[in-house]
């Protein structure tokens, strides 16, 4: 099972930026793809961005689109979840995840490995 650690959380106010690193060990990083999700208080947690095995491949909440960008290195064993234009509405722990597949899930059960999460709180 992968390690995943993630970092990079914080306060931000609305409008401002945050970029998530995860920084995962294991030949589970290089074999599959991997994700970002996020779960605020009272609620699910939810997918918020996925990258595919190659790194060819990502898929985006419509919540997030056009504001967040995912991207891996396989030098470094490291995906990152920039994070642009925040919103109140973003606040939540954010997750990284390990997928079971090459390709992108966008369901917790296509994810084998989690981070312990990291706080993104976003104020008006």
């Known amino acids: 099972q992968a390690q995943l650690v993630e970092s990079g959380g914080g306060s931000v106010q609305a409008g401002g930026s945050l970029r998530l690193s995860c920084a995962a060990s294991?030949?589970?990083?290089?074999?599959?793809?991997m994700g970002w999700f996020r779960q605020a208080p009272g609620k699910e947690r939810e997918f918020v961005a996925g990258?595919?095995?190659?790194?060819?491949?990502?898929n985006y909440a419509d919540s997030v689109k056009g504001r967040f960008t995912i991207s891996r290195d396989s030098a470094k064993n490291t995906v990152y979840l920039q994070m642009n234009s925040l919103k109140p509405e973003d606040t939540a722990v954010y997750y990284c995840?390990?997928?079971?597949?090459?390709?992108?899930?966008?369901?917790?059960?296509?994810?084998?490995?989690w981070g312990q999460g990291t706080q993104v709180t976003v104020s008006s």
């Open positions: 995840a390990a997928g079971r597949f090459q390709w992108i899930a966008s369901t917790t059960s296509g994810y084998s490995s």
């Open positions: 294991g030949r589970i990083f290089r074999s599959y793809a």
């Open positions: 990258i595919s095995r190659s790194g060819e491949s990502t």
